[in-house]
């Protein structure tokens, strides 16, 4: 059948489609060398079939300047994967639709399902293919009675307002915010896919894990049989509940943006991310604080917690007292120092090894065990013998009773106290490297050079060395 065809079924998905790609900001048609691109993820399933079709028609009736493709993501959790991969080829071939196709390994984490590991790595390598293909919208085929599953799933699980109000129809697909997510038949029955897909003559491939009650959803699903016979509005009741609760998950978000945009501020070393202030968290309400944390946490590009893990993070990061406690959450770690709340790179546990070596007059010497750089700048007045310098030099780790001269005839001080008195926290000065000369101390990452030269009597050059931190790359 044709792309035109008058059929009403036909016209209702395809405008769908089309009328969420139009929403969309992303999406701009204009005189661009570049056409816009729209991607599709492709499982091969009835529903994701559909909404290629519909995306081609859409697309080839309203823009037919935009570029469409196909992304498929290999698990390789089931035998019948590579079957797939092929059935997806074909399917792209015979309707002239660009495919990808990537690979990727399933690892749960630590207390995550194999289904959620899947979603994460499918999620992750679509991100990857769309920056790849150029495409800023990625069309999910999801319809009505997913939502309905979702939402009774998330109920049963005792999720919170956000969760209650399901999947959202359009969102950022990760934190990087340049590829949008769009769910156009959200309102869709599965019924109207079933006809559309036989109005269409459409084939697709059956995921046999879909009649696998183990998993929590078609466990669901095949109680819903039942469930319509006692309360035949189901669909449409669930569906309304879930506008009412994102109606006020909105309000609630919009209020913790409010509060997070005063109380934010950007990290002020190399391992801190983004930091909170203590203050300010501790003077709103436990509710209003967990939607701030909550808020924080998603703006970082980090998983939602739970809600006990979220009550345990405002237990030790925000309401308790002393020590300096460190929360790991998705790649992070959540600290109390002082009068912040830190979000920090997660920084390894063992300590590099010492790196030796010659300096040799080069101004930048990168050391990346130590994720950081040495600089060297000329400095006659206050700066290190260059004969200091030029001996073998080491950059080591602490070892425990060092002293320090920070400032030209001051007195030499404790390393340890030097580092407190300068509001560096005990996690960082573990990974905080000195060099060390033959002649002793050169220089403290975090504090400085050691300032134990005398003035110079001669025109013999000095330097001033400084150590750079580099940050952990993002999780």
């Not at 390789?76 to 092929?86: F, I, K, M, P, S």
């Not at 340049?178 to 959200?186: F, G, I, M, S, T």
């Not at 943006?257 to 909170?276: C, H, K, N, P, Y």
């Amino acid at each position: 059948m044709s792309a035109d065809d008058p059929t009403p079924l036909t016209a209702r998905l395809t405008d769908k489609v089309a009328q969420a790609l139009q929403a969309s900001a992303a999406f701009v048609v204009s005189g661009d060398a570049q056409p816009a691109t729209v991607a599709v993820a492709l499982s091969g399933g009835r529903d994701s079939v559909a909404l290629l079709h519909a995306a081609r028609a859409a697309l080839a009736s309203t823009w037919p300047l935009a570029r469409l493709v196909a992304l498929h993501v290999h698990h390789g959790l089931q035998a019948q994967a590579d079957e797939w991969d092929v059935f997806c080829a074909g399917l792209c071939a015979g309707l002239g639709v660009t495919l990808t196709t990537t690979r990727v390994s399933v690892q749960p984490k630590a207390g995550e399902g194999l289904e959620a590991a899947a979603r994460r790595a499918r999620h992750a390598a679509l991100g990857r293919m769309c920056r790849e293909q150029g495409a800023q919208l990625l069309l999910f085929a999801h319809h009505r009675d997913d939502q309905v599953e979702t939402v009774l799933l998330r109920l049963f699980r005792g999720t919170g307002v956000a969760g209650m109000a399901g999947m959202p129809a359009r969102r950022a697909l990760d934190a990087q915010g340049d590829v949008q997510l769009l769910r156009p038949w959200l309102d869709v029955s599965r019924a109207e896919i079933d006809a559309y897909c036989a109005l269409h003559a459409l084939r697709w491939i059956d995921d046999p894990s879909n009649a696998d009650t183990r998993f929590a959803r078609n466990a669901l699903r095949a109680h819903l049989p039942a469930l319509l016979q006692a309360f035949p509005a189901l669909y449409d009741n669930v569906t309304q509940a879930a506008a009412h609760f994102g109606q006020a998950a909105g309000m609630l978000d919009a209020q913790a943006a409010q509060s997070l945009a005063r109380l934010v501020g950007a990290g002020r070393d190399a391992d801190t991310i983004s930091e909170l202030n203590l203050a300010g968290l501790r003077a709103l309400a436990p509710e209003h604080a967990d939607a701030v944390l909550r808020h924080w946490l998603r703006d970082l590009g980090a998983q939602a917690p739970s809600t006990a893990r979220l009550a345990a993070m405002r237990g030790q990061l925000i309401e308790h007292e002393g020590g300096e406690p460190a929360i790991a959450h998705d790649g992070l770690v959540l600290r109390r120092f002082r009068d912040r709340v830190l979000a920090c790179h997660a920084v390894p546990a063992a300590m590099p090894a010492p790196f030796l070596f010659e300096w040799r007059g080069e101004a930048r010497i990168v050391v990346p065990a130590w994720r950081g750089e040495l600089h060297f700048a000329r400095d006659d007045d206050f700066g290190v013998p260059e004969s200091v310098l030029r001996r073998p030099l080491r950059l080591a780790g602490r070892e425990g009773g060092e002293r320090i001269v920070l400032r030209p005839g001051g007195p030499a001080r404790a390393l340890k106290q030097a580092y407190q008195e300068a509001a560096i926290p005990a996690w960082r000065r573990a990974h905080l490297p000195l060099l060390w000369s033959e002649d002793g101390l050169v220089l403290a990452a975090g504090l400085g050079m050691h300032r134990r030269w005398p003035a110079p009597i001669d025109h013999a050059p000095r330097w001033r060395v400084e150590w750079v931190g580099r940050p952990l790359p993002s999780p």
